[in-house]
């Protein structure tokens, strides 16, 4: 049985020890990526796998609000070719709307037939470090997200929320220790980064993401 969590427009079932999450599918009969489908009170779910969505990882470690909303607008950095853009896509519903960033012109692909399926997302072939290169395509948003493989990616963020992110909007930064600093113990990083956010953004939550995402962890932040 299916019911609501307790984050806004994302549901759960408990199958025997394991919590499996989803979110209500905004293009019927469409999976991404190859995620089951289910049918129950005349809406369709999809699977969120956490071993393919950091966010999805850290609601299942125990985040108690992702700051995501039904109707908000999202920056989201790093889309790849769309899995957790898309279960985003689900919880923003058709009133809310995602730009979509990545680099590599390979996913961009895979992410403009997303965009046929779903109306919600405009992929922006863009480096998201370079913020003049988004200013003419992307408006101030609710929400900022960032998944990005890069040793200054602590920076990224935050120019990019300073510059697009609406007062007591959420940012979420999916911090990758592997690609900070590779000699350095996860934990020592995660601190680093803790003490760089804290001077301009307020944290509300800290998740490592062991087991789903090796050297992971999502900060959750606010704008002062």
């Known amino acids: ?9 994302v549901y759960e079932s408990q199958e025997g020890r394991r919590k499996q999450l989803y979110t209500v599918n905004i293009a019927p009969g469409q999976s991404v990526y190859s995620e089951k489908l289910v049918q129950q009170n005349g809406a369709e779910y999809r699977e969120w796998d956490a071993f393919k969505s950091k966010l999805a990882a850290s609601i299942l470690n125990g985040s108690p609000n992702i700051g995501i909303r039904k109707n908000d607008v999202v920056l989201y950095l790093g889309s790849a070719s769309g899995t957790t853009v898309s279960h985003v896509s689900d919880i923003v ?16 692909r895979d992410l403009i037939f997303l965009c046929y399926q779903r109306k919600n997302i405009a992929p922006v072939l863009a480096d998201a470090n370079k913020i003049e290169e988004l200013k003419e395509r992307v408006c101030s948003v609710d929400v900022l997200y960032q998944d990005v493989a890069q040793k200054n990616q602590v920076e990224i963020f935050l120019k990019n929320a300073d510059l697009f992110l609406k007062n007591d909007g959420y940012a979420l930064l999916a911090a990758k220790a592997r690609s900070i600093d590779v000699t350095k113990n996860p934990k020592q990083i995660f601190k680093e980064v803790k003490e760089k956010l804290e001077k301009d953004l307020t944290i509300i939550d800290y998740r490592e993401l062991e087991p789903f995402q090796k050297d992971h962890c999502m900060f959750i932040c606010k704008k002062k």
């Open 93 to 108: 519903g058709n009133n809310g709307f995602v730009f979509a960033v990545d680099i590599a012109p390979r996913v961009m």
């Open 1 to 9: 049985m299916i019911k609501s969590s307790k984050i806004f427009e």
